[in-house]
Every structure is written in structure tokens, then in C-alpha cells.
């Protein structure tokens, strides 16, 4: 009896131990699903700048095909002491300007031929628009760059840490499930962490070159442990 209730105190603590080991699994998948769920939303976040900064580029573009003197002014854009100096520019006193140039307008309309007044008025509302759309294009490139610049260096940043985490659960928890071994994921040669990673499996003091080399037993307990980690799976390559 005594032999017996010795093997149940045995068997009740591995399934302590179990149960302490799976309790570990769901913590790390849970904070490999938050770490990729942001990863992810940092990615949408990228794309959509690059978009837009794309649709600057072609609006910028397009203006300078339609327009020769852009060209010819390029240079002088946001010069102070210039035509093209935006930082000295009053929008409220821009604007009261032209109300009081629509008035005399109005008053003078009598006197001079309106389809003149109307084709420089035209080209004079279409100069300003233009000025200040351009303006606004190229200060936006520049915000876009910047933040993309940011985004990306924030991106590799979180993925690092991410990674320099995971790494470290993932080993310990394949030890635990296979002992006696290790696991850790490492970038291709040549390559960095974001363009993937690999699974790098030792047994003893031998790391193997592939999953190959791993006994059938052995692989279906990593391939068991890699769908539990499903957040991260898309990045590695077995």
C-alpha cells in the first residue's frame, strides 16, 4: 500500500508539473499573439504612409508636367525675401486683400472689360492655389518620410525585442517538452529578422542543420510545439 500511495504522490505531482507547464505555454502564446498583433499594426500603419507619400510623388509630379515654371522656381521655393517665401505668408491678411481687390473689382467692373479681368483673375487664383498646394505637398512628403523613417526604425526595434523574448521562451519551453535539447530562432545567414527566421534545434552539445536530422518522435513534438506557436509561425522557415 505504501508502494502504491508513493507512485499516486508521484503521479500527482507530474500532473502539477504538467498542468504548471501548460499554464506557461498559454502565458507565452498569449504575449506572442499581443507582440504580433502589434507588429501587424505597425505594418498597416507603414503601408499606408508609403501610400500616401506614392500619391504626393505623383501629384508633385504631375504639377511640374503641367505647369514649365514650377521648374524654373523649383529653387526658390520657401526662400525667404522671394514671391515663394510661405512662412512669411498672413492667410488672414491674404484673404482680406482679396476681398477688397473682388470689391474694387466690382466697382471697376463698369469701366474695363470683364472676360480680361476674368482671365487674370483666373490665373492669379490659380497661381496662389498652386503655390500653396504645392507648399502643402512638399512639406507633407516630408512629414510622410520622416514618420516613415520612424515607423520603420520603431518596427525593427519592437521586433527585436519581441524576438530577443521569444527566442529565449521558445528554447526553454522545447527543453522542457524534449530534455536534454534546446531550440532558438536565428535569422538566415546574411539576412536580419525581418526578412524571417529559422528554427535552429540542438540535442546535447550537436545543433542540427535541419529537422531532418530529428528522430520522427522528436519532430512531432516540435511540430506539436511550432502550431502552438501560431502568432509567430509566419516569420519562421523551417
Not at 512628403?141 to 521569444?166: M, P
Not at 512531432?220 to 509566419?234: A, E, T
Request: aromatic share 8%; with cysteine; net charge neutral.
Amino acid at each position: 500500500m505504501r508502494e502504491l500511495e508513493s507512485e499516486r504522490a508521484k503521479l500527482s505531482g507530474f500532473d502539477d508539473e504538467l498542468r504548471s507547464l501548460e499554464e506557461a505555454i498559454r502565458t507565452k502564446n498569449a504575449r506572442i499573439t499581443e507582440e504580433s498583433l502589434e507588429l501587424q499594426r505597425l505594418i498597416h500603419e507603414v503601408d499606408r504612409f508609403y501610400k500616401e507619400q506614392q500619391s504626393a510623388v505623383g501629384v508633385l509630379a504631375q504639377m511640374e508636367r503641367e505647369h514649365e515654371w514650377i521648374a524654373d522656381e523649383k529653387e526658390n521655393f520657401g526662400k525667404p525675401n522671394t514671391p515663394y517665401d510661405y512662412e512669411g505668408q498672413n492667410i488672414a491678411e491674404c484673404k482680406a486683400t482679396q476681398r477688397n481687390l473682388t470689391e474694387r473689382f466690382q466697382g471697376m467692373k463698369k469701366k474695363i472689360n470683364p472676360k480680361v479681368m476674368n482671365m487674370i483673375d483666373n490665373v492669379e487664383k490659380k497661381e496662389v492655389a498652386l503655390k500653396k498646394m504645392l507648399h502643402t505637398v512638399i512639406r507633407d512628403k516630408e512629414k510622410i518620410t520622416k514618420t516613415i523613417e520612424s515607423l520603420d526604425e520603431y518596427k525593427r526595434d519592437a521586433l527585436k525585442k519581441t524576438w530577443e523574448k521569444v527566442t529565449v521562451d521558445f528554447g526553454q519551453i522545447f527543453s522542457e517538452l524534449l530534455p536534454g535539447s534546446f531550440a532558438k530562432l536565428e535569422p538566415p545567414e546574411g539576412k536580419d529578422i525581418t526578412q524571417g527566421l529559422e528554427v535552429k534545434v540542438s540535442l546535447g552539445k550537436v545543433w542540427k542543420q535541419s529537422l531532418t536530422e530529428l528522430s520522427g518522435g522528436q519532430r512531432y513534438i516540435y511540430s506539436c510545439f511550432l502550431f502552438s506557436m501560431s502568432p509567430f509561425r509566419s516569420l519562421i522557415t523551417t
